[in-house]
């Protein structure tokens, strides 16, 4: 009853790590920016940095609706804006070794559903946020570089649902509260689901540089495994002000056991007090975060145009079931049954004087959630995203980095209520707007 719809098995990626690399599309593994966002698109590229901190941060505005199929009413996201900082250190040790620090948002989520919408039942709050904090070290080895660092990653999940009293089980035979006369879609209990926790994970990768105007980079990203022990729910009964319109009688013995006009709200009250099933109490669950693979090439046609293009695989199979364990209520199984997607990114940079760069970029990504796994709590479906910044030099050792992204997500059948593909009921549409912005300054040397 308690179960969020899709715990762990909607993750969300956030590639805008950095503006310049944003603008770009995140087309980066083998052409690193000159900020120090290269400790998350390609290790490997830290070899090549100067001694810089760099920080910035992406403004997330997304925006969606539902629209049922039969009765054509439409549901809304809210439109709230969130923000994912990043900060980057570098530091060169000698002999071609350079150290840095990156703090990153690898994965987010945040989903806001108005209070009444169609899907609340499923999920109409989905809040996911993980941090790394990347220590790295690279070196370089004549054309070739190499860099390695460890994550240690901090990750928090918050999902909250409505309860719908009608589809409850009444304890009297095999009667529902529908069958005494609760409408369907009744609010009876408001769950709020949190939990955090730490793991550890590696990230690794190589750059080449093939030719003076040829680079090619790959990086591996590992997954990590979130083991949320200590999480909690919080479970609010919500008033009905609904009463039994008849006598409710047991089945059994023909004795009445829900007089007629009685409060249903008094009934099931005693499920939010002492030992009843819907009291504020422990959960668990376990999130694994994908491993991720990319690979790319950057070409020099000219001296003032670069063309990058990078393949990305995510292991988003990872979510296939996923286990929901309360202290009082049954433990239940999601089965998500996810896919692995692949994924491109297609950027351009073109110097336009000494001082400023304008940047362009299209990616493209597979939806990784097969048809019954797409609800409220992420409506996911195949994407394409459109960039464009401009980077310029403000003095010796002062750089802004701005981007724009608009986000594009085709229409994809779903579902508002619990079940699997059978039970698709409309459309979700979805877009967002991100707006990224990045300072960086040089402790030496020049952009």
Request: charged share 15%.
């Amino acid at each position: 009853m308690l179960a969020p719809g899709a715990l762990a098995a909607q993750g969300y990626g956030l590639y805008e790590q950095g503006a310049c690399a944003m603008a770009r599309a995140g087309a980066a593994v083998a052409a690193p920016c000159a900020d120090g966002s290269t400790l998350v698109f390609n290790p490997a590229g830290l070899a090549r940095m100067p001694a810089l901190v760099a920080i910035g941060g992406t403004g997330v505005l997304p925006g969606g609706t539902f629209t049922s199929t039969a009765a054509g009413r439409t549901s809304a996201l809210e439109r709230e804006a969130v923000i994912s900082p990043n900060l980057y250190l570098t530091a060169p040790m000698g002999r071609g070794v350079v150290a840095g620090l990156g703090v990153f948002n690898p994965y987010g989520l945040s989903l806001t559903w108005e209070p009444n919408s169609q899907g609340r039942f499923v999920g109409y709050r989905s809040v996911l946020r993980t941090t790394h904090v990347q220590p790295t070290i690279a070196a370089r080895l004549g054309d070739l570089s190499l860099g390695a660092g460890v994550n240690f990653g901090f990750s928090s999940v918050r999902l909250a649902r409505r309860v719908d009293l009608a589809a409850q089980p009444t304890g009297i035979g095999t009667t529902t509260f529908a069958q005494l006369g609760v409408p369907a879609n009744t609010d009876f209990a408001d769950v709020d689901l949190r939990a955090s926790d730490f793991a550890v994970g590696w990230h690794a990768g190589a750059l080449w540089q093939a030719h003076e105007r040829v680079s090619v980079g790959a990086r591996y990203l590992a997954r990590q495994t979130f083991r949320y022990k200590d999480g909690r729910a919080d479970i609010t009964a919500i008033p009905t002000g609904v009463t039994a319109p008849a006598d409710v009688r047991n089945p059994s013995t023909g004795a009445i056991v829900i007089p007629r006009g009685t409060p249903f709200d008094a009934v099931v009250a005693p499920q939010f007090t002492g030992s009843g099933a819907l009291v504020d109490q422990p959960a668990r669950t376990v999130l694994v975060t994908p491993a991720t693979a990319v690979a790319g090439i950057a070409l020099r046609p000219t001296g003032r145009l670069m063309l990058a293009v990078d393949a990305q695989w995510t292991e988003w199979s990872v979510f296939d079931r996923v286990g929901l364990d309360f202290e009082r209520l049954p433990r239940e199984v999601l089965d998500q049954q996810y896919r692995d997607t692949w994924g491109w990114r297609v950027g351009a940079e073109w110097l336009l004087g000494a001082r400023s760069m304008l940047r362009a970029g299209w990616t493209t990504n597979e939806a990784a959630a097969p048809a019954q796994s797409v609800t409220p709590v992420l409506p996911e479906a195949k994407r394409n995203a459109y960039t464009l910044g401009l980077g310029s030099q403000l003095g010796s050792r002062v750089a802004l980095d701005l981007a724009y992204m608009y986000l594009d997500q085709s229409p994809r059948a779903g579902r508002s209520v619990a079940g699997g593909v059978a039970q698709n009921d409309g459309i979700f549409r979805f877009d967002a707007h991100l707006v990224g912005v990045t300072v960086t300054y040089r402790l030496s040397g020049r952009r």
